[in-house]
C-alpha cells in the first residue's frame, strides 16, 4: 500500500501562484508515475499533469506554461502559476505503480476572480 498526503490547497486571487505538495509513504516503487488531478463536483476527475522516475513531464493543454510539475524522492509537487477562477477544484495526488492507482484524499484549490 502507498500512502499520500497533500498539502499547500487554499485560496488565492486570479494571476496568484500555489504550491501543492504531496509526500508518499508505505510501499513506493521505482519506477513509478506521480502527478496531480483535479475535479469539480459533478465532473470527471482531470489529468493536471504527471512525472514520470525519469522526470519526464506531460501536462493537460489548460495548464500548460503555467503550471510545473517536479518530483524528489517520494515527493511531488505542482507549482502552480497565473491561476484562474477556472483552476478552481479539488486537486488530489497520484501515483500509479504497475497497475495500481493510488490516491490522497485532496486539497481544495480555490481562486477568486
Known amino acids: 500500500q502507498v500512502q499520500l498526503v497533500e498539502s499547500g490547497g487554499g485560496l488565492a486571487q486570479a494571476g496568484g501562484s500555489l504550491t501543492l505538495s504531496c509526500a508518499a509513504s508505505?510501499?513506493?516503487?521505482?519506477?513509478?508515475?506521480m502527478g496531480w488531478y483535479r475535479q469539480i463536483p459533478g465532473k470527471q476527475r482531470e489529468l493536471v499533469a504527471v512525472?514520470?522516475?525519469?522526470?519526464v513531464t506531460d501536462y493537460a493543454r489548460s495548464v500548460k506554461g503555467r503550471f510545473t510539475i517536479s518530483r524528489d524522492k517520494n515527493m511531488v509537487f505542482l507549482q502552480m502559476n497565473s491561476l484562474k477562477p477556472e483552476d478552481t477544484a479539488v486537486y488530489y495526488c497520484?501515483?500509479?505503480?504497475?497497475?495500481?492507482?493510488?490516491w490522497g484524499k485532496g486539497t481544495p484549490v480555490t481562486v477568486s476572480s
Open positions: 497520484n501515483v500509479k505503480q504497475y497497475a495500481t492507482d493510488y
Open positions: 512525472v514520470s522516475s525519469g522526470s
Open positions: 508505505g510501499s513506493v516503487l521505482n519506477g513509478n508515475i
